[in-house]
C-alpha cells in the first residue's frame, strides 16, 4: 500500500490556461524541453511545436484542439494538457478541465488579465481546480509584473502570493529573485538552466520588503504559519512552502511566479512550483458518481475498481482514440470494460501513453493516470468506462449551447453520404459541433461556438479526405422569451377514439423568468393544493413544458427565461395517463405563449479591440453601426483598449474590417455574453 501512494503523490495533472497569444504553447514547449522529453525548442512561429500538430494550427498559429503530453520532473510524473486559448474552442478547455486536478494560467506580462483569460479562469472555478498563476513575456517592451499582478487581483479576485522579483527589465530581463528561498535565479543566453547565487545588492532591499509582504499575507490567511509568524515574526522556507501549498490547494491563494518562455527563462521554477504546489490524485476528493440511484464515491486508489471518464474522442492512424482520466483501479491491455450509459462492454485492445500526435503503449494504466484507449468503439466524449463488476456512472462534462449556425452541403449529389458520415465524425470528436436537417428547407445545418469554430470543422472535413463542400452564409443561434405574464391559462386534453381515452386539465402561470428580457434558463413550479393533480403527474406536466420550449411562436426558435407555475388542473378515474398530462404540458404551454407577449433574442458578444490611437474615431464609428454598445475605453502602451458589447450577428467578417481600418495594427477579442432583443424587422 505504501508503494501505492507514493506513485500516486508523485503524480500531476495540471493544463495550462491563458487569453490566446499570451504564450501557452510555448510554455508547453519549454516544459517539454527542461524535462528532456523533447531535444529541440519547438516554436510557435516556425511550425514545429509538439502540441500543435494539426496542419490547420500550424497553419492559423493559433492552439485550435486540446493535446496532452506527459513527461517527468524531479521524480514526478507530469500529465500535462496543453488547452486552448480561443473564445470559439472553450468547450475544449471545459472538458479538460473536468478531468484536471490543477492549472498554470498565463498571462501577458504587457496585456495582464485579457477577455478570454476572464474566461477561462472561471471556467476553472466551476470545478474548483487549483491554479497557480504565470506572467509571461517579461522581456517585452512595457512588461510590468506589478500591474499584471493588480490586474489579475482586481479582475479575478483571488488573493495573488507572488513568490519572484525579475532582475532586470524587458530587453534586460535575466532572472529572477527567489523570494521562497531568498536566492537569485539567472538564465545566461544560451544555457537551458539557471544559475543559483545571492540576491544582487541592489536588490537586496526590495526583496526584503516584498519577503516580508509574502510572509503577512501568507500568515494573515493560514493558521499554522501565523502561529510561527507570531512567535518568531517570520516564516522559515519550508513553513512558507507548506502554507503556499495548503492555500493553493485549498482555492484560499494563487502562487504567482514570472518569466519568459520564449528565452526559456523561468520554466525549472515554474516546473518546480507545479511539483510543489499543485495537488496528486491523493489530495484531490474521492471522485463521486451514482449507482443504482445511491452517490457513490470512489477514492484514488488502484487497487480499487476500476472507474474512468472519456473527456476527448479523436481519430489517429492507429484507430479510434479515447482519453480516458483514470480515477480508480488499474486496466489492462485486454480487460472488458462497461460503459454503464449504454449498457455496452467493450474490450481494451491497447492502452497508449499520449504524446501529442505520438503514442507510447503501456500494459496498463492506474488510478491517476491520463491515457487513449484503442477498441472502446461505442464511448462517447461524458461517458463513463468501469469494472462491469462494480458499475458507477460519472458526471460527464456539459457542451456548450451552439450560438452560430451554417448550411453545408455537397457539391456533388453522389457525396452527399460522405458528408453525413465525415460530419457525424466532426459531431463525435467535438460535441459542442451539432449537426441536423431543417425541417423546412431540407438542408443540413452544422452549429457551433463562432465563425471560426465552423470554418476549422469545414475545413476539417476537406483535409481529412471527405468530399467538396459549399458552405452558406453564417446565422446566428436567436431564442425567444416573454415580456409579460399570462395568468390561469386553462387547456384541456381530451382524446377519445375508442378503448382507453386521454384526459388531462391544466391551469398554468407564465411569466418572465427575470426582470429584462435576455435572462435565459426555464424554471417550472407546482402551487397545485389538495392533490388535485398527482405528483407524477405533475412530473408528466413539466416534461410536456420542457418539450414545447423547442420551438417557440415567432420564428420557431428554442423559447428561453419562462417560468411555468402549475397552479391547478383536475384528472379523470380513468383516461388520466402521463402521456395525457404531458401532451396537455406541450399543448397549453405552447397555447399560453401565443398569449404572451414575445420578442426575438439574439446572441451578444463582449468584446475587446485594441487599435492606435489615431483610428479610435473610426472603429468607435463602425462599433455604432454594428449595433454596438461601448462600455469603455483605456489607454495602453500607446493604443486603445476599447471594449463594447456587440449582437455576435454583426461580428461577421469584423476581422477583415478592422484590418482595413488600422492599416493591419488592429486587433480583437470576443466572448460570449448572453443574450439581447433583437431589433423589429
Known amino acids: 500500500m505504501r508503494n501505492r501512494i507514493d506513485t500516486l503523490a508523485a503524480v500531476r495533472n495540471f493544463g495550462i490556461l491563458a487569453h490566446v497569444d499570451a504564450g501557452k504553447t510555448t510554455v508547453t514547449e519549454r516544459i517539454l524541453y527542461a524535462t528532456g522529453t523533447t531535444h529541440k525548442r519547438g516554436e510557435v512561429h516556425d511550425g514545429t511545436t509538439v502540441t500543435d500538430f ?28 496543453d488547452t486552448p486559448g480561443h473564445v470559439d474552442f472553450a468547450d475544449e478547455v471545459e472538458r479538460s478541465l473536468r478531468v484536471l486536478d490543477g492549472a498554470v494560467a498565463v498571462f501577458d506580462a504587457v496585456a495582464g488579465v485579457e477577455p478570454q483569460s476572464e474566461s477561462v479562469w472561471r471556467q476553472a472555478d466551476r470545478y474548483g481546480v487549483p491554479r497557480i498563476a504565470f506572467v509571461n513575456k517579461l522581456d517585452r517592451a512595457g512588461a510590468d509584473l506589478d500591474r499584471a499582478v493588480a490586474s489579475i487581483r482586481d479582475r479575478l479576485h483571488p488573493a495573488p502570493l507572488v513568490v519572484q522579483l525579475p532582475i532586470g527589465t524587458e530587453d534586460g530581463f535575466t532572472g ?13 543566453d544560451g544555457e537551458g538552466t539557471a544559475v543559483a547565487g545571492e540576491v544582487p545588492e541592489e536588490l537586496r532591499a526590495e526583496a526584503l520588503r516584498r519577503r516580508r509582504a509574502l510572509e503577512e499575507a501568507v500568515a494573515e490567511r493560514h493558521p499554522a504559519a501565523l502561529e510561527e509568524f507570531c512567535d518568531r515574526e517570520a516564516l522559515s522556507a519550508e513553513t512558507l512552502t507548506a502554507a503556499l ?159 452560430v449556425s451554417v448550411a453545408v452541403e455537397a457539391r456533388r449529389g453522389t457525396d452527399t453520404g460522405r458528408l453525413a458520415a465525415a460530419l ?23 452549429s457551433g461556438m463562432g465563425e471560426l469554430h465552423l470554418e476549422v470543422a469545414v475545413e476539417k472535413v476537406r483535409r481529412d479526405g471527405g ?112 402521456t395525457a398530462f404531458r401532451t396537455a404540458g406541450r399543448l397549453g404551454l405552447r397555447e399560453a405563449l401565443r398569449a404572451c407577449p414575445t420578442v426575438l433574442l439574439e446572441p451578444v458578444a463582449e468584446v475587446t479591440v485594441t487599435v492606435p490611437e489615431e483610428a479610435v474615431g473610426g472603429v468607435l464609428g463602425d462599433l455604432a453601426a454594428r449595433r454596438g454598445r461601448v462600455g469603455g475605453s483605456q489607454s495602453r502602451g500607446g493604443a486603445a483598449v476599447l471594449t463594447a458589447t456587440v449582437p455576435l450577428a454583426e461580428l461577421f467578417g469584423y476581422a477583415t474590417r478592422l484590418r482595413g481600418r488600422t492599416q493591419g495594427r488592429g486587433t480583437f477579442t470576443s466572448r460570449p455574453a448572453g443574450y439581447a432583443p433583437a431589433p423589429a424587422r
Not at 494550427?57 to 494538457?81: K, M, P
Not at 529572477?176 to 545566461?188: A, G, P, T
Not at 494563487?254 to 518546480?272: H, I, K, M, Q, T
Not at 457525424?424 to 452544422?446: C, I, K, M, N, Y
Request: some cysteine; overall charge neutral; aromatic content about 4%.
Open 245 to 403: 501549498r495548503d492555500l493553493t490547494r485549498g482555492g484560499d491563494g494563487v502562487v504567482v511566479l514570472c518569466g519568459s518562455a520564449y528565452r526559456n527563462r523561468g520554466v525549472e521554477p515554474l516546473l518546480d512550483a507545479v511539483v510543489s504546489y499543485l495537488p496528486s490524485p491523493l489530495d484531490v476528493p474521492a471522485v463521486r458518481g451514482v449507482h443504482g440511484g445511491a452517490e457513490e464515491r470512489r477514492p484514488a486508489d488502484p487497487e480499487a475498481p476500476f472507474a474512468g471518464l472519456v473527456f476527448k474522442v479523436s481519430a489517429s492512424p492507429t484507430g479510434r482514440l479515447a482519453h480516458v482520466r483514470v480515477y480508480s483501479g488499474t486496466i489492462e491491455k485486454g480487460d472488458t470494460v462497461r460503459d454503464p450509459g449504454s449498457g455496452r462492454i467493450e474490450r481494451v485492445a491497447r492502452i497508449l501513453r499520449v504524446m501529442a500526435d505520438r503514442h507510447v503503449q503501456l500494459d496498463r494504466a492506474r488510478a491517476g493516470d491520463i491515457v487513449a484507449l484503442v477498441g472502446v468503439k461505442s464511448a462517447r466524449t461524458g461517458a463513463t468506462l468501469c469494472d462491469p463488476g462494480a458499475p458507477l456512472l460519472l458526471e460527464p462534462p456539459v457542451a456548450a449551447e451552439p450560438v
Open 424 to 446: 457525424a465524425r466532426l459531431a463525435e470528436e467535438d460535441p459542442s459541433l451539432v449537426v441536423r436537417t431543417d425541417g423546412e428547407t431540407g438542408q443540413t445545418v452544422l
Open 467 to 578: 468530399p467538396e463542400v459549399t458552405v452558406g452564409r453564417p446565422r446566428v443561434a436567436c431564442r425567444e422569451t416573454v415580456t409579460g405574464a399570462v395568468r390561469g391559462f386553462v387547456y384541456r386534453h381530451v382524446k377519445q377514439d375508442g378503448g382507453a381515452g386521454q384526459f388531462a386539465h391544466v391551469v398554468l402561470d407564465v411569466e418572465p423568468l427575470g426582470p429584462e428580457p435576455g435572462v435565459t434558463g426555464f424554471e417550472f413550479r407546482s402551487a397545485v393544493t389538495g392533490g388535485r393533480v398527482p405528483q407524477e403527474y405533475v412530473r408528466a406536466v413539466e416534461a410536456g413544458c420542457r418539450d414545447a420550449l423547442a420551438e417557440g411562436p415567432l420564428a420557431g426558435h428554442p423559447v428561453t427565461g419562462v417560468r411555468v407555475t402549475l397552479t391547478d388542473g383536475s384528472t379523470h378515474v380513468k383516461d388520466s395517463s402521463d
Open 54 to 81: 494539426d496542419p490547420q494550427e500550424r497553419d492559423r498559429g493559433i492552439t485550435i484542439f486540446a493535446a496532452a503530453v506527459s513527461c517527468a520532473w524531479d521524480g514526478h510524473r507530469v500529465n500535462l494538457i
Open 176 to 188: 529572477v529573485v527567489d523570494l521562497v528561498r531568498m536566492r537569485s535565479l539567472v538564465w545566461h
